[in-house]
């Protein structure tokens, strides 16, 4: 049994096909933020000028399309970056690992609450596969943070949080598993409305 496939994503060294015309859908758009987020320099942080000089040095490696850097709303993704939390990442940025696929096995009773699995498996067990947005590997513990490009209201982030949150769970626990260390902070950071959530992770 699979919980939380990874995401579909293109592999590291395809190219944008010239002359093609992007549609721009919801889920087109995340995976265009979540391909910038993963490549854009830890160095190019500072403005909101830098953040677009990446994007249209992508664009010029065939990274993105020319409509592509259009869709990208710098004022939000810098706002992130300047934010307490936004630094501390970057102070740590030796530590930080962008895009982190991973797999881990789990028996059902090891499950977070909210994602046991029917009592008839309690002799299986369950593969959860995912991919950390940004996890920061200290010694001792690691941070977790999702991006997450949903059109939200600030009204609506309690509701979306509490509908994110068995993913983030699960995908703690499995970091955990997998690096034999906690994860100490977990964060939900929604773009459109600058927001960035503490996640409570359940036991």
Request: aromatic share 10%; hydrophobic share 40%.
């Amino acid at each position: 049994m699979d919980f939380f496939r990874p995401r579909s994503r293109a592999p590291r060294s395809s190219k944008v096909i010239e002359g093609a015309v992007p549609k721009k859908s919801s889920a087109d758009v995340g995976t265009l933020y979540h391909r910038f987020l993963e490549r854009v320099s830890f160095d190019k942080l500072g403005g909101v000028e830098n953040l677009r000089a990446e994007a249209e040095r992508m664009a010029a490696e065939g990274i993105l399309s020319a409509e592509e850097v259009g869709w990208l709303n710098f004022d939000s993704l810098l706002k992130f970056w300047q934010s307490d939390i936004g630094k501390c990442i970057q102070a740590n940025r030796q530590n930080v690992r962008r895009e982190l696929a991973f797999t881990a096995r789990f028996s059902p009773r090891e499950l977070p609450g909210e994602l046991n699995a029917a009592p008839e498996m309690e002799n299986e067990f369950v593969v959860v596969q995912g991919v950390a947005d940004v996890a920061v590997m200290l010694s001792k513990e690691i941070w977790l943070l999702d991006f997450k490009t949903d059109r939200v209201s600030a009204d609506d982030i309690r509701i979306k949080t509490t509908m994110y949150q068995p993913q983030l769970n699960l995908y703690a626990r499995a970091l955990e598993r997998i690096y034999c260390k906690p994860v100490t902070e977990c964060w939900l950071h929604f773009l459109a409305p600058g927001m960035t959530v503490p996640v409570r992770l359940k036991p």
